[in-house]
DNA sequence: CTGAAAGCGCTTACAG
DNA sequence: CTGAAAGCGCTTACAG
């Protein structure tokens, strides 16, 4: 099947006997081109549906005006809508958007970000991956291009970073267990230290303190991993305690429901018996029943800050040294549902 | 904050005494140059870190080795599969990604369209928008770039499609029916004429022939902008009348689920009294209760093929007229679980 | 085996 | 007000 060809400037040019330079001037409304000579030459571009090579155009100025976005899984629904956030925002800005998964694979993360380079991006927004420990590969990207951490970050990279204020967060979730009663408060994180396992961690571990109740480390759950079904396996361990939990805090929805399903399974009533509170108000919360507490992240805000903090760095002149990056942490909120509602 | 230019081939060049030339077909491994300078070249390419300029190779090739994607809303689970087939394909292939959303705006779509005409990608995978009718600015694109529809597709635009076997699913899923007992079964379908749920309709009305069961037209419920609450509210009414169905299947699991919310609530056993199938597999069907029987869709296998047959016109030489356009249907199959069984 | 030159489509400093 | 020329980084037909 035969494509029509692009029309390009010099096509225009000889058509109306101008020179190139003056129809390009005259399409980006130059001062110096008369307006009888733009009326004409955008008269005729319109004509042939001239669309500018954003390439060629791109090539020349090297801003290409696209940016690339590395994430573990596209699929996940929180991931989805950062990725939406960045695309709305991207838009409004006049930047196209590369998407690429990492999957969870260092590797396969290092390999993305270096197509990113090769293909000249103008800037990199990235989510980690679980277990990026060779930091160096990250460093030599950042000599190179502006690059944004979002969601999953780390601290010790020293570029702008984007997250939820996990630590608030759970720290707000388990204030209100305990104030609806609960004090046998157990918790479901992540083994490897994931900055946002960590920061939800803290958030829990202050709240506690806070209130006075001692910490009991038989109440403390860690899994690789973490998925609904690891959130049954948790649940599971966790009603056979001598000393139950009253309450349980899981650092993704998945696993609270994971948790919801053994606890249903049982006959355990939530939340008189056992409460649940989850993280990240994924669909999935208010088709469990009892509904799910959890944590409201706005995903949309966040790729769409992750993305105006990068285009920031991007159109300012890099001539200045000075360290500019900072961590902006946005606020997320709890909803309480029936999985931790107690009049 | 300085950062590192890109090292060229002028530069490396330059550094080692050859030709840009010489350097160049090095690299390449072109015939022509003696190993000795190719082992020169190379060694020193890499000690630079040198990374080839997509931009320049691609602007100069015009095969920027990109392709576009539109789809209506990325966020949707099964969409997002879809996606990752393409990029998971993409990679295999080198080819880059440009993700963007239509919103289900007929306007967005085009200027997304249009977008993806300027920076020259070298292929469109498309899923059409709810009431895409003005199919000009559609055949318009086609007549300058490969472009494959999938998922949301619209027969009379004369292109390859990739869609789910539809009509074939929904038979599949009425004769279950149908074999545990079923004989008033309802439908919650569209409206208007998406392609997907004349498809599924086409299915049901064949199946309830083939079998000899009279359609009743009150247990056909259409409704715009289907989901979660419409299947509720048509629910709602189905229980409502004289001659209750004694099965619901809806053409998508939100509309399912939100159909066994309100036999939930309403104590309605599923299935005894009613049985509910939906489809697509979301993973909202397992979290339900009782889990959804449903259709499951391959997004992941869709959104390759998809990429499969662009890239394979893309890359064919384009020199013969003959309309290649097809219309593959991948294979979706019926996941019977609690809502419907029924031994 | 290697190099000089043209060209992909565009922009812009320099001349007039 | 307009044009010729250089250049972005690369590849490749043409010459030697």
């Known amino acids: 099947m035969k494509k029509k060809s692009n029309v390009t400037l010099k096509e225009i040019a000889k058509i109306l006997g101008f020179s190139i330079s003056t129809v390009s001037r005259a399409l980006r409304d130059h001062v110096d081109i008369s307006d009888e000579t733009k009326a004409i030459v955008e008269q005729k571009a319109k004509e042939l549906n001239y669309m500018p090579n954003m390439f060629a155009q791109g090539f020349r100025s090297s801003r290409m005006h696209i940016i690339g976005v590395v994430v573990p899984k596209l699929s996940h629904y929180f991931t989805s809508t950062m990725i939406e956030g960045i695309l709305d925002y991207a838009e409004t800005k006049g930047y196209r958007v590369i998407v690429s998964e990492s999957k969870n694979s260092v590797e396969k993360q290092n390999q993305m970000l270096n197509t990113m380079l090769q293909f000249n991006v103008d800037g990199i927004l990235l989510s980690l991956t679980r277990k990026t420990a060779n930091v160096q590969d990250i460093l030599n990207i950042l000599d190179r291009k502006p ?24 720290y707000n979730a388990i204030e209100h267990l305990i104030n609806i009663g609960k004090r046998r408060i157990a918790i479901f994180k992540e083994t490897e230290n994931s900055f946002n396992s ?22 403390i759950f860690s899994t690789e991993d ?24 899981a650092i993704t929805d998945s696993c609270a429901i994971g948790a919801i399903k ?8 939530i939340p008189e018996e056992i409460a649940v509170v989850g993280f990240s108000n994924s669909a999935h919360s208010t088709i469990i029943e009892p509904n799910l507490s959890t944590i409201n992240q706005p995903g949309h805000l966040i790729g769409k800050t992750a993305l105006k903090y990068l285009i920031e760095e991007i159109e300012t002149d890099n001539n200045n040294d000075f360290q500019s990056s900072k961590t902006v942490e946005i606020k997320s909120s709890l909803i309480v549902r029936d999985s931790s509602f107690i009049v």
């Not at 690059?147 to 759970?170: E, H, N, R, W, Y």
């Not at 960590?198 to 480390?217: H, S, T």
């Not at 053994?262 to 009533?269: D, G, H, P, V």
Request: proline residues 4%.
């Open 262 to 269: 053994i606890l249903n399974k049982n006959n355990i009533k």
């Open 147 to 170: 690059l944004v951490l979002f969601d999953k970050v780390m601290s010790k990279i020293p570029c702008t970073q984007i997250i939820i204020d996990g630590k608030q967060a759970a």
């Open 198 to 219: 960590e920061q939800r961690f803290e958030g829990y571990l202050k709240a506690l303190k806070d209130y006075n109740i001692p910490i009991d480390e038989k109440l």
């Open 226 to 249: 973490i998925s609904l079904e690891k959130g049954e396996q948790l649940a599971q361990i966790a009603i056979t305690l001598k000393q139950r939990p009253d309450a349980i805090f």
